[in-house]
């Protein structure tokens, strides 16, 4: 098990959007020999918006290289990301960062958190275990072969989606379909938009959840 040291309970410290609106919490991690190890989303942790983001991202701004994209999302934060940005849209074809877009310029890293006995503010690091202890709903976990989108609330596993599938794929939010499945069958679950129709649909517009 990971020896990464757990986050700050929801009582031990103040979010500064906390009170503003409800947040979908994940985390962007590394696979480690138990599970996984990463560090805290606030903003937006849903499939539908987190996973063509890291596909994309993967596909062009990174050029295929998993490390690196590791060292920029999880290893970078002093603290947590506030949100995931279009940054990670870059030399993206324009049809990807239209569509993609979320409305944030760049990811935005976590600041003015404060702690209610005045220590310091520790990086909200996650493991498999703690993970699924707290307040987060989704993990997203960057292996080799491609990223595994974990839905927490029904265990440390998910469904790994290769680095090549489209990020324009109709991807669905629904926690059951990213369940664990046989190599046979282990296809990213969409919904029942078709591709062609995704295409020509206006840029998203931002939202938070």
Same mark, same amino acid.
């Given at each position: ?77 002093? $603290?947590? +990301? *506030? ?6 849209? =870059? /030399?993206?074809? %324009? ?65 790994? $989606?290769? +680095? *090549? ?6 991807? =669905? /939010?629904?926690? %059951? ?33």
């Amino acid at each position: 098990m990971s020896s990464a040291p757990r986050p700050p309970v929801a009582s031990s410290f103040i979010h500064p959007h906390q009170e503003i609106a409800l947040a979908t919490r994940s985390c962007i991690a590394r696979p480690t020999p138990t599970g996984f190890e990463g560090i805290y989303v606030h903003w937006d942790g849903y499939p539908t918006h987190h996973l063509p983001l890291l596909l994309a991202a993967h596909q062009f701004r990174f050029r295929g290289d998993t490390e690196a994209m590791a060292r920029f999302l999880v290893d970078s934060p002093a $603290v947590s +990301w *506030d949100y995931l940005g279009a940054d990670l849209l =870059t /030399d993206a074809p %324009d049809p990807v960062q239209q569509h993609l877009g979320n409305g944030y310029d760049a990811c935005r890293p976590t600041t003015g958190l404060v702690t209610l006995d005045g220590s310091p503010v520790q990086r909200m690091t996650f493991d498999e275990v703690s993970a699924q202890e707290s307040w987060l709903s989704w993990a997203y976990v960057l292996h080799p072969q491609g990223v595994e989108v974990i839905s927490l609330q029904n265990g440390p596993r998910g469904l790994i $989606v290769g +680095w *090549d599938v489209d990020p324009l794929t109709p991807f =669905t /939010d629904d926690a %059951d379909r990213w369940l664990p499945r046989p190599a046979s069958r282990s296809q990213a679950p969409t919904t029942t938009v078709r591709k062609a129709e995704l295409r020509v649909q206006a840029p998203k517009s931002a939202s938070r959840r």
